[in-house]
């Protein structure tokens, strides 16, 4: 649920359409301190990670960096060719802490460098053959940038340049891992892939970056690593172009240039348009405060019965629909009708309207 | 897959009425055997392992475990449950009872199925250990097969059942599903709902809990006297107890509340077939592992097993459930026909041909479709079709099954279905040493063979086409 970075623009490209949580995102906000200051009332539901999932994410990520990033070593060599032993690695994070000063715009410049020398044709040993969190970035808004880092990079030699990888201590059964934190991981690495490739258009790089990403999975056993998987992120490409179109769009219109600014965004909530869906509860702390602003539309039921009746669709107006007190104005409201009443009848409610229809 | 209106339209009665709908006129599951087991779990966020179960005979105080340090090697603590769910495994199988476990949710599901996986052929865990990672392994291999009869996941069950005014993601909270099944006096079920999600209902302690669990832990680590550690560790069980506690009050309030419904039984004929199935599924599960198929033959063998059991619950839904029955009508898998006449110049005997009239709107029939009808006593194949009138059908049908006692009479009104569970797996047995014994590599080999290089097009096509063409 967090608001930084890829996973900022993961959270908008599964809701491209909602400039309230674009907002938020383009406001560097806290969410709870948010919806508290926007509703007046105290939240009181759960949010924020687990400390044992903190934790576990980090033993995890521990366990495959530690000693040279052994583990990820052992894992990456067979996909690419390479021996694991003579593998060169380089960890940006332990070459510039997150203590020290400007240090995105350091890693930055260094994974910039390694960049640049693939472009002068060197391949590893004289580049690493993995890079452990490279910095790379989106812009945003004429030199703005919104910081992005994948948890690791690898060199492919087939296609002469990095991919970008992710590692999530979530544990895969029988081969493949939750689809929900599935889909969330694979727009964040989206999201890196077009840092990557903004990257390498400066350098004449972005033929040989591919919409793809290896990502590392836990097994069921302690932190042990599953068998990396390798998948295409066309469409997740493509969503987080649309994602970074609409933080643009909501940048300019609030003037909020990715520092934390919750009054402006809160002044500006009556004219930001929501869109009320299902994956709003499982991401946004804001759910239950947007469900009641469509409490009296069919969205509460929820995304089919706005695809199936309109969104904008009052419930009321359906029931008048079906007990006759409202008339039909076109063929289709009086086909529905009829439908809401034979539904009706097929769940013996028929008692539920007059009938007068 | 397209919306089912009548389920959409059925929430939107829901919110009307202030309380569930039954979509369903008959229970998927068999009832309950006399003995149900229960299983309720606090998990470690992230970690998956387990800190507190609670476990036993539904409707009866369960037994509960309460882990003090779930991340230690040694697993000893969870020996009375592996004691107890053995128990009742080889009790059930005994008294050739049909076993059933109920678990609240798909997160305790998944907590099973860890369970399994870790323990099942772990060196490190006792013998007891091992057999019950193995049954919980059987538990969760059984539970995706259609028709199954023997886990019960009880939220999983109620949305099945009934359609709430929410929306499906909200009903992925079995407490705030439960708050439209049994509303309470004098409520919104809406606000209840919405109360009720405060609180997790996925196998974990609330947030406040958690974060004193954590600190009682981290305390426990620092304490330097014997006293004091069993006063933190004391403290962490009595947490942890609180919160299976709750897990297991779902869990009951849920069970209750699904066989409250009182919707009917499905006509034994068609459930035996399926608790049968499951009964020596789970057989052969438990004496011989449940690992998962990964070679061609026992996966394509497992696909042709599941295809056939889903045919069979769509059999047993269309024919004994009246409410699902109308909804496949209105999809065209259900036709009401009516016989205009029979020709049949053997009585009783092959061929008899029926000329249908139908005036449904939707229907999914053409030429060779196979249908039968919902009280079981003829099947048949569709010949021909023709419009006969507005909006009239005839079908021209001959009988395949059903031409002595079973052979309707002019002017009787009938349901046909689609659906006539054919079962492959005898058939299929001898294609696939076929397969074998031909071994294409493209089904065996890892590797493709090389490709065949293909001959120049002759100068001539007319050539080719009247054979004249040698390779």
């Known amino acids: ?357 | 897959m397209g919306t089912d209106f009548d389920l959409l339209a059925g929430r939107l009665w829901s919110r009307r009425l202030g309380r569930a709908l039954p979509v369903r006129s008959t229970y998927s599951v068999a009832p309950d055997p006399p003995e149900t087991f229960g299983i309720a779990f606090i998990r470690v966020a992230g970690e998956e392992r387990v800190q507190a179960v609670a476990y036993g005979l539904m409707g009866a105080c369960p037994s509960v475990i309460t882990i003090c340090n779930p991340l230690a090697r040694g697993a000893h603590e969870l020996e009375p449950f592996a004691r107890a769910l053995d128990e009742y495994l080889m009790g059930c199988y005994t008294r050739k009872r049909l076993p059933r476990v109920w678990l609240a949710h798909p997160a305790a599901l998944t907590v099973l199925d860890l369970l399994g996986y870790r323990y099942q052929s772990n060196r490190h865990a006792s013998e007891e250990l091992r057999t019950m990672g193995r049954q919980c392994r059987a538990l969760c291999e059984e539970a995706i097969f259609p028709g199954q009869q023997v886990l019960a996941v009880a939220s999983m069950l109620l949305t099945e059942h009934i359609v709430t005014g929410q929306s499906t993601v909200e009903d992925q909270h079995l407490g705030a599903v439960l708050a439209w099944v049994d509303p309470p006096q004098g409520h919104d079920p809406a606000t209840e709902s919405q109360r009720r999600s405060l609180v997790p209902a996925a196998a974990l302690l609330d947030q406040g809990r958690d974060k004193k669990v954590e600190r009682l832990r981290r305390l426990a680590r620092k304490c330097e006297s014997r006293s004091e550690l069993e006063s933190t560790n004391g403290q962490i069980h009595a947490l942890l107890e609180e919160g299976v506690a709750q897990e297991w009050s779902l869990l009951e309030e849920a069970r209750t509340a699904f066989w409250r419904l009182g919707l009917a039984p499905a006509p034994p004929s068609y459930t035996e077939r399926l608790v049968e199935a499951s009964r020596d599924r789970l057989r052969y599960f438990l004496s011989f592992g449940a690992n998962q198929p990964s070679r061609p033959h026992s996966l394509a063998r497992r696909l042709d097993t599941y295809e056939y059991l889903a045919a069979l619950v769509e059999e047993r839904d269309a024919c004994s459930d009246a409410l699902v029955r109308e909804r496949m009508r209105k999809a065209g898998r259900v036709i009401a026909v009516r016989v205009e006449s029979v020709d049949q110049p053997g009585p009783g005997r092959n061929p008899c041909t029926l000329t249908l009239t139908t005036d449904q709107h939707v229907q999914r029939v053409r030429p060779g479709t196979v249908l039968k009808s919902a009280d079981g006593r003829i099947r048949g194949r569709v010949v021909t079709l023709a419009q006969s009138g507005e909006g009239q059908r005839h079908i021209i049908f001959r009988l395949l099954e059903g031409v002595r006692k079973g052979r309707p009479r002019v002017g009787q009104l009938l349901d046909l279905i689609d659906t006539v569970p054919f079962d492959p797996r005898r058939v299929k047995r001898d294609v696939y040493k076929l397969m074998r014994e031909d071994e294409s590599p493209i089904v065996y080999h890892r590797r493709l063979p090389p490709s065949v290089p293909r001959h120049a097009l002759p100068d001539r096509l007319l050539d080719l086409a009247e054979g004249r063409f040698r390779r």
Not at chain 1, 30 to 40: M, N, P
Not at chain 1, 173 to 180: L, W
Not at chain 1, 255 to 279: C, M, P, W
Not at chain 1, 312 to 329: C, K, N, P
Request: net charge negative; aromatic share 8%.
């Open chain 1, 1 to 357: 649920m967090s608001l930084t970075g890829a996973r900022g623009l993961a959270r908008i490209s599964q809701n491209p359409r909602c400039d309230l949580q674009t907002a938020m995102v383009v406001g560097q906000v806290d969410e709870v301190e948010f919806y508290e200051a926007l509703t007046r009332r105290q939240f009181e539901g759960e949010y924020g990670e687990r400390a044992s999932a903190r934790r576990r994410g980090d033993k995890f990520e521990a366990s495959l960096h530690g000693n040279n990033a052994a583990n990820l070593r052992r894992i990456l060599a067979p996909r690419f060719g390479y021996d694991c032993e003579r593998m060169y690695v380089r960890s940006l994070t332990d070459e510039i802490p997150d203590h020290m000063a400007d240090a995105h715009r350091r890693r930055y410049l260094r994974t910039e460098r390694v960049l640049a020398d693939v472009a002068g044709g060197y391949e590893p040993p004289s580049v690493p053959h993995l890079l452990i969190e490279p910095q790379l970035r989106l812009p945003v808004s004429g030199s703005r940038f919104v910081y992005v880092a994948p948890d690791f990079a690898v060199f492919d030699p087939a296609a002469k340049c990095y991919v970008v990888g992710e590692e999530k201590s979530m544990i895969v059964r029988g081969g493949s891992p939750d689809r929900v934190d599935l889909e969330r991981t694979r727009r964040q690495a989206g999201a890196e892939t077009l840092a990557l490739r903004a990257l390498a258009e400066q350098l004449n790089l972005c033929a040989r970056v591919r919409d793809r990403a290896i990502f590392v999975f836990s097994s069921p056993f302690d932190v042990t690593p599953h068998p990396p998987v390798e998948e295409y992120l066309h469409a997740e490409v493509s969503e987080i172009r649309r994602a970074l179109e609409r933080y643009r769009a909501v940048s300019e219109e609030l003037q909020v240039y990715g520092r934390r600014d919750e009054k402006k965004i809160i002044a500006h909530t009556h004219q930001l348009r929501i869109n009320f869906q299902n994956s709003c509860l499982s991401s946004c702390a804001l759910f239950y405060h947007c469900k009641s602003r469509v409490s009296e539309t069919v969205l509460v039921l929820g995304d089919e019965a706005g695809d199936v009746f309109g969104g904008a669709t009052e419930l009321e107006h359906l029931y008048a629909l079906a007990d006759g007190t409202a008339e039909a104005s076109s063929a289709e409201e009086a086909a529905l009708a009829a439908r809401l009443r034979e539904t009706a009848a097929l769940l013996g409610v028929e008692g539920i309207y007059s009938g007068k229809g």
